[in-house]
């Protein structure tokens, strides 16, 4: 056994398959608003998503910014007109019950929690993200939720892995494994607070010399070689 007793999670690209969500989330609200989606929208939106996000990560922009800014960019480069601010709220509404999972993480977790206890620690929107996870067949796996826009702080800050291990009863550090796809958030997160880190890294990547990764995995049921 592991000498782990808490396991914090990433959702999106971690537990949920974002791609998959983001993508239906995508042509629907497209549709919704009379615009015939083509593949190329999806295309740049998600360069224009992931520079926001970054920028988010950064603190740079905050995260109410970040809802309608991606959506302003695209349409701008599109050279299309709509009503941002309602194209965005019907967005995050279709994207709220997007429930897709990542292959084989449900058994994962069914494995993982006889031994550990779990918690969510997420970056996303809470008016989407809550709507998942009570949706989801997973929500009842994890302990704790922690959302960013709800707490104010987001991944890789300090600030907000306070306030997990106060909301998980501040275990001693060397009891936690921070999961996650993101070397920006999750792993540089966990890294900087102290705590083990565990990327995963299902397109192989190659890993940053000079971050000390604690595990690396590319198929998420490899957690079960070691946890």
């Excluded at 965005?88 to 929690?113: C, N, P, W």
Aim: negative net charge; proline residues 4%.
């Amino acid at each position: 056994m592991s000498q782990y007793s808490w396991l914090l999670f990433d959702a999106d690209g971690t537990l949920f398959d974002y791609e998959l969500a983001e993508s239906s989330a995508l042509k629907n609200v497209f549709e919704h608003f009379g615009f015939p989606f083509k593949p190329e929208y999806g295309d740049a939106y998600r360069i224009f998503n992931s520079r926001v996000w970054e920028e988010f990560e950064l603190g740079l922009i905050d995260q109410e910014s970040l809802r309608t800014r991606r959506f302003a960019e695209l349409f701008q480069s599109l050279n299309m007109e709509t009503d941002i601010e309602l194209f965005s709220t019907k967005y995050l509404e279709f994207l709220s019950h997007s429930t897709q999972l990542m292959d084989g993480i449900e058994d994962v977790l069914t494995a993982l929690r006889p031994t550990y206890r779990m918690a969510i620690l997420t970056n996303g929107l809470k008016d989407v993200q809550r709507s998942r996870f009570r949706e989801s067949s997973i929500g009842s796996f994890f302990e704790a939720w922690i959302i960013s826009e709800e707490v104010g702080f987001a991944k890789p800050d300090p600030r907000i892995f306070d306030v997990v291990f106060e909301k998980i009863g501040n275990p001693p550090f060397e009891e936690v494994l921070m999961i996650g796809d993101s070397l920006s958030s999750d792993i540089t997160g966990g890294i900087n607070y102290g705590i083990d880190t565990c990327w995963y890294n299902p397109t192989s990547l190659p890993a940053p010399h000079e971050m000390d990764i604690h595990y690396e995995i590319s198929e998420i049921s490899q957690l079960l070689d070691f946890l």
